[in-house]
């Protein structure tokens, strides 16, 4: 049986953006002095939309945490 690796991280490990640093450890973000995300919570995706999150990240050169922190602060604000 073949191991197939279809895995995003791997793809993004290979890439200019993630070699760049734009990515953020899950550590570094929990501790880091310019994030004010203390709490930490599991949320199920689906492929498609966790592939497109990540994707959005990597461009915007954050780490997916503080997307997700900024989009749900937006959609409470509504």
Known sequence: ???????????????????RGSAMKVKDTLVSKK?????RTTVYLSEETWKSLKHAAVEEGVAVSPLV?????????R
């Open 1 to 19: 049986m073949e191991n197939k690796k279809n895995r995003l991280v791997d793809t993004l490990r290979s890439s200019d953006a993630f070699s």
């Open 69 to 77: 922190e900024r989009l749900v602060k937006d959609y409470l604000s």
């Open 35 to 39: 994030s004010s995300l203390t709490r």
